[in-house]
């Protein structure tokens, strides 16, 4: 990896924090096994809690035998549908957009192979494990459907969260019969199952009708009242803690049917309950990435400008709920296109349901986007990166917006430099290495959009010189604990060693949700504006107090920093916090804060993250084995609080987008519906060996509309672009497109053959 | 079928009374003895988020029988630092952010302090790649692991404490 660089001076005017590639502040606990996560807690008298998953994908359970499960010593329950109340709120009932419909005992029916259907209680985690083993159920079955050619079609109402299923602008039909050239690329790509490291799990501990929760969450102010309506009491009784995840992508967003029931276990046994999902059972009722099957065209005129993007996509969900990747938009702010189709269609299949995981849509609509990308830069005999710079876009092309920011040409420009992109040549099959590989260089756009979210925060400076800042956001991995610091220090005008911090738990203001690349902007810009508040009133109580060298001072010409107040015009005139607060007698300052994005920003502006990935791989020419060797990504995501940690966001992206085009691929047995790779044997996913020389470079950017403080996102943007840029390598490397993710040495070998390579 | 065993485990013993001989290592440390540093990330060693030292070798918890380790010195993730003094990989991994969620961190570092012994110090960088790639790490931290290891070995050629 390259050395963390350095961003522009004028970004680290946020604060003296901001900027710094400070190391992660949850570091020593991370390295010392200290970080507590969800199932590292152990409350007296705690249950284990195990449940029997289903083995039929659709159908009926008709009996299920518990005797031999509660005859083994240490099993203390075991509950069935026969047994578990209802919960106070359907969970069918879809109450947020946010709400997945779940499985928590409440009926016989199997809507997918591993469902829970019973959850044995034990005084051991041993006996839970094989009191689950013991349990016998028999069926009624139903042939299970799995797969886009035995699914049951239909047209959605909406794909991701609420967005529409199709889209069109321009004079598309006309376009097109104007056309000198098309191409066009159909692929499909597999079911994907997120897998963080830590599995789901839930330790639940009622106290009369207050439940303490230790649980990964991602979106903890969603979490509360959802589980408070599931237990039919106030959202105020339920105390969330999630401190640390064990990764989440996506999968710890919403609430699930196995924490649900540990939840539920907890209160029937009245006692503590702890319930983590074992590895195999992460493939069923946790959310993976919905399959696609997708078709891609684009047509240009005689001069190679694109005239028309039609982008098609078949995506999967589950028989009894809605959630679908929209990956046939990923395109529609990528390139310059005067007019464009996009639709999806759904089938559904007996798995569990979809939903969002890392870049949901955008990383596997772009997968095939950028294949036919190329395919339509090698009809025109273009090179790739020409191709793309010729039809770059200069405003949203579904919408004539102007962009809020996007220094994409010089993303494309500083990574081809550091690749050596410009000794590319145009064919495929040209390049050997030294021990004969076939060797070919791909590239990929890289995008993702800039949500916001409304996150709350809170700061708290005290007469002493201590000062506080809480919001209830959620480190996953991506280093809240360490860049949302950083911006809460900055809003205070302190160092961030000088200030207390606190995330991950369900009494602090909302945070918001933890995903769609927004939570440094959202809850970070909280934070910031807490701060701020905070600094205005102690600007007012010094600018009125005779005694104050800052007397008289507008409030808006001073500045707080490193715990001093300050004029900003003459920063020798001031004094430290303490001495305003302590001449005044005052014990604490308060300040709230939320993000801001201006309403009129959003009106005008298409805000989204941009990169450029450039990939190299070596292919056996008669074993077709793939490696890629090397990556090289640029991107430009806004004002970067924290370089280092900004770096590893995308480099760990890339390597999520050597994954998708090499590794992984959730496969389900078509007669029984059953998962058959639902562990790290056969789900792959990169090993060390398998990561490739990486390189993160970071693209100085200004956004002065996205936001307050010109944040935007950098966790889902490095798996854009990486995905096509290695199909594209590879074509290079050998002159094969393959119809599907991931790219495997049999498609390969038959495209040789086609070939007679 | 009720077993008393003793393990000796970062330098101290602990009597563990066990029901029958099924416990593994790592449900005992997490569930039984309360060193929940030591992760479970599969179970049936695949990811290596369990790795601990077993006698100075790196073993997978989840798959050693806690009655078999009677008499042999367990090192966890919670026997590295010497008070405040990190162990110097753990302190290459904070400097080369070698992790994001921390869950696969445990493991890792366990299987590089037990791979820098296997190769005397002399690991090469392609050593560190497939010696290390029994450690799964979902977050794609590879970059930062890989000059973690390397680091290390060079700071501990120096003669930072191991």
Known sequence: MADTPMVAAHHVRLGSNSGQSMTRRDGIAKVTGTATYAADNHPENLLHAVFAGASIARGRVTSLDIEAALAHPGVVHVMTPDNTPALSQDPDQKTTPFTARIDVLQNDKVRYAGQPIAVILAETLEAAVEGARLVKATYDSDQARIGFDDGEAFDPEAVGISTPPKFSTGDFEGNRKKAALSASVEMETPLQYHNAMEPHAVVAEWDGDHVTVDMPNQAIGLAKPGIANYFGIPPENVTLRSPYLGGGFGSKAVLFGPQMLGILAARE?????????????????????????????????ADNNLLAFEHKANVSTSSFDNWLDGAANAGLSLYATPSISVSHTGTRFDTGTPGAMRAPGIATGSAVIECAI?????????????????????KDPSNGKPYSAKALRECYKAAADSFGWKDRPLKPRQM????????????????????????????????????????????????????????????LGMAADDIEFDIGHSDLPDGSVAGGSAHTASAGGALFAAGNDVIRQLAEIATQDK???????????????????????DPNVGESYIDILQRAGIEEIEGRGRGNRDKASTETYAMFSHGAVYAEVKVDPDLFQVRVTRLVGAFAAGRIINPRLAQSQLTGGMIWGVSFALHEEGMHDKRTGRPLNNDFAGYHIPVLADVPHLEALLVDEDDPHVNDLGVKGVGELGITGTVGAIANAVWHATGIRTARYPIKIEDLLKGAQALGA | MALRISLNINGTEHGVDLEDPRPTLLDVLRERIGLTGTKKGCDRGQCGACTVLVDGRRVNSCLTLAVSLEGAKITTVEGLANGDALHPVQTAFIEHDGF????????????????????EGKASAEAVREGMSGNLCRCGAYAGIQDAVMDAQARIAKGAKS
Not at chain 1, 547 to 564: H, I, K, M, T, Y
Request: aromatic letters at 8%; hydrophobic letters at 40%.
């Open chain 1, 269 to 301: 046994m009245k006692r503590p309950v702890k319930l983590a999902l074992k590895r195999d059972q992460m493939f069923g009722p946790v959310q993976h990435r919905s399959a696609t099957r997708q078709s891609v065209r684009y047509d240009m005129d």
């Open chain 1, 374 to 394: 190329d395919v339509a830069a090698e009809k025109a005999g273009m090179d790739p990166l020409e191709f793309r710079l010729l039809n770059y876009a200069e």
């Open chain 1, 432 to 491: 050997r290495d030294e021990n004969g590989l076939l060797t070919g260089w791909g590239m990929g756009t890289s995008i993702f959009h800039a949500p916001f979210f409304p996150a709350k925060a809170r700061a708290v400076l005290r007469k002493d010189g201590s000062a506080r800042a809480e919001t209830s956001g959620a480190d996953m991995g991506q280093g809240a604990w360490t860049a949302l610091w950083q911006m809460a220090a900055d809003g």
């Open chain 1, 547 to 569: 005694d104050s060298p800052l007397f008289g001072a507008g409030n808006e010409r001073v500045l707080g920093e490193n715990g001093r107040l300050f004029k900003a015009e």
């Open chain 2, 100 to 119: 994001q969620c921390g869950y696969c961190t445990p493991g890792q570092i366990m299987s590089a302090i037990g791979l820098l012994s296997e190769t």
